[in-house]
C-alpha cells in the first residue's frame, strides 16, 4: 500500500512540527516534566555535593599526610637511637683493638716514617 505524496506530505509536516516543538526538552536532557529553574536548582545541589564530598576527600588526605608523618618521625627517632647504639659499639670495640694492638701501630708508624725517609 503505497502513500500518495499529499499524505506524505502531511506526514512530514506533522514530524517536524514535533519535533521543533519538543527539540528544546530533549536538549535539556529529556527532562520533560521539569522547567528551566528546576533543572538549575538540581545543578546546584549536585555541584554542593560534589564540592562536600572533594572537601571530605581533602580532609582525609591531610589525616593521611599527618599519619605518615608521624611515622615518619617514629621511625627517625628509632634509626637514631639504633645508630647511637652501634656507634658506641664501635667504639668501645675500637678501643679494645687499639688497647691490644698499640705495640702493632706503633711499629706501623715507625715503619711508615722510615719508608717515607728513605725516599727522599
Known amino acids: 500500500m503505497a502513500l500518495h505524496d499529499s499524505e506524505t506530505a502531511q506526514i512530514t509536516t506533522h514530524v517536524s512540527e514535533h519535533v521543533k516543538f519538543r527539540s528544546t526538552e530533549w536538549m535539556a536532557g529529556g527532562n520533560m516534566g521539569r522547567s528551566l529553574p528546576m ?43 639504633r645508630f647511637e647504639n652501634l656507634i658506641r659499639r664501635l667504639d668501645r670495640f675500637l678501643v679494645f683493638r687499639f688497647d691490644d694492638n698499640a705495640g702493632r701501630y706503633g711499629n706501623i708508624h715507625i ?4 719508608i717515607n725517609s728513605r725516599g727522599r
Open 39 to 81: 533543572y538549575e536548582i538540581e545543578i546546584r545541589e549536585r555541584v554542593l555535593r560534589v564540592v562536600r564530598e572533594l572537601r571530605h576527600q581533602r580532609e582525609l588526605m591531610q589525616q593521611g599526610f599527618e599519619q605518615v608523618d608521624k611515622h615518619f618521625e617514629k621511625l627517625g627517632r628509632h634509626l637514631d637511637a
Open 111 to 114: 715503619k711508615i716514617i722510615t
